[in-house]
């Protein structure tokens, strides 16, 4: 083993129990990500032919929005630390509006998508995009109402938990949209 | 023992032991009923010895825990339990209940009768009114634990304590929906079986473990909260949607087999942290606990409850390889060492613990105790390893090369004498236990003295 | 312009980049390393900033090796068929 120039673990900044959700969240993602890569190899003209149907500018936009969005949070904590209480509030609702627009987008992706006859039972490669983007949707949606109830009382360790909640849920999409929409 | 209603706890454990003797007793003529498939066909069919085999089981656990939480929630909240009374009430409807699930089983009484009659349905068989006298039992438990929690000092493992036990007694309402569709029956059936064994259960489990470390390391209280409310996240991020590795092939949905082999992967994690906590407290603890015992059955509790609920579980949880392998001894094997491990060794840790408390006495009979440990733990995992042998056999003879199930069944014989072996260890080990348990003989060990006398 | 809002800068160039590589269509043999750089880009700026492990070095090092090993597998994934 090479002890040498390896930095100490040291302490985790923020709650330990959200580090514990945000690793556990990212190993079942992962793993998701994972097998769809796989069984792609099974049938990669079948995956390329149900992954063209889906819509990439809506993705794009839907990234934008959510990182946008995880700006807004993190200037909200930045806000409850230095006691803007007010400043903070509109931040965390900023940010929770544009997690709205997001589920917008995505509720409008699926109608689409149903409009075209297209289901979870489609293809294997839309039962892992319904699955893994319903799966992330939810998140979404838990945030938003995490954001919205710690807005209420903007205080600094409630906004903290919330937005590591919010920017966790950013880093899903990030890794999700070229797995699922590019590869 | 600082305060007197721990007694109840006494009254538990006894009727528990009872019952743990029924059930590795019917245990071992149903492990004979493999190797000799006659035997007693007339007076006590297969159905209904594995329905009292298991039923026992889990009845004697549940008033385990429930012994559990009389004798330690009152230690932690320092004070008195609500209503000694009310928990006696408790415990008598519960061996009425049970009474009268083995006596209507067993002669077959007011079969199809709604009330009285069997419910006929794996685990959740017991008739109509036992089930109400389980939940009126329930809920005076759970209004008696929770007024005591209430008005006393909070802490994390009661907290969790009153978690997984709230939980386990809301999950049993899907006890009683029962529809017709067999395929929505087995859905809400999991409900209760998935979601109290690898849920709530698991919440009782990591707070009664967190509270024998506390008390047998010495460990700093923050310490165990914390890797008590880490192992709950784990156990409660992998276990819920977990419960998609039954969903398999019932119907559902196809996109279950995912979500199961995904989330119930997972499922070791909890199991792993459990083990690890135990190891890490005792490696940290400065003190040198006189009862050796107790911390034997702790330690073995973790360790077992990975391999058996963990590692055996894993083994045939991804839907590729349970396509093959369910309902074979594989399940079989899962099940006995993941029972044994988790909830068996956890019951007879906290008793082993108790018990000198309860009793007044110093902790007594380590030997025997620490020597029925070993004895039940190798026969459970000698039983563990050759239904898994067997059950790897039958997955080829009957999953991949097609035989017929009775014919894999004959070429199989060799595994089942080798299981009924063993079964005769784990029964003698856990007359040994409850030999040690009851019947004290003068022992007095010197604290800090690690050998025990003789 | 405070670091908070540097990163999002960074993240929606991140972004951009990805959507420009997406419109050129390129190789498979580029598009999918190509974009899973990107991603990790994002994903290294969110932890590292937004969820603070910058200040933890040790932990956001560990969580950069992850991340990259993961990248990898994905990559081989997709570049295996």
Known sequence: MTVAARPQPDTLPGELLMWVLILSELLVFGAGFAVLLGLRLTDPPGFAAAQVRLDQPVAAANTALLITSGWLAARGLAAARSGAAARCRISLLAAALLGCGFLILKAHDYAALADQGIGMESHPFFTFFFLLTGFHAAHVAAGILLLIGVAWSAQPAGVEVATAFWHMVDLIWVLLLPVVYLL | MKYQSQKIALAYFAVALALFAVQVTLGLVLGWIYVSPNFLSEVLPFNIGRMLHTNSLIVWLLLGFFGAAYYLVPEESEREIHSPKLALLQLAIFVIGTAGVVVTYLFNLFDGNFLMGNGGREFLEQPLWVKVGIVVAALIFLYNISMTVLAGKKTAITNILLLGLWGLALLFLFAFYNPSNLGLDKMYWWYVVHLWVEGTWELVMASILAFLMLKLTGVDREVIEKWLYVIVATALFSGILGTGHHYYWIGTPGYWQWIGSIFSSLEVVPFFGMMAFAFVMVWKGRRDHPNKAALLWSLGCATLAFFGAGVWGFLHTLHGVNYYTHGTQITAAHGHLAFYGAYVCLNLAIISYAMPHLRGRDPYNQVLNMAAFWLMSAGVVFMTFTLTFAGTVQTHLQRVNGEAYMDVQDQLWLFYAMRFGSGVAVVLGAVLFIYAMAFPRREVIEPGYNQPAE | ?81
């Open chain 3, 1 to 81: 312009m405070t670091r908070i809002t540097q990163v999002w800068i960074g993240l929606l160039l991140l972004t951009g980049a990805t959507v420009l590589l997406a419109e050129l269509a390129p190789p498979r043999a580029v598009l999918v390393p190509g974009a899973l750089i990107l991603a990790y880009g994002k994903a290294r700026l969110i932890l590292g900033e937004y969820l603070e492990l910058r200040q933890a070095p040790g932990w956001f090092l560990g969580a950069r090796r992850g991340l990259a090993g993961v990248m990898v597998l994905f990559a081989v994934l997709a570049l295996a068929g």
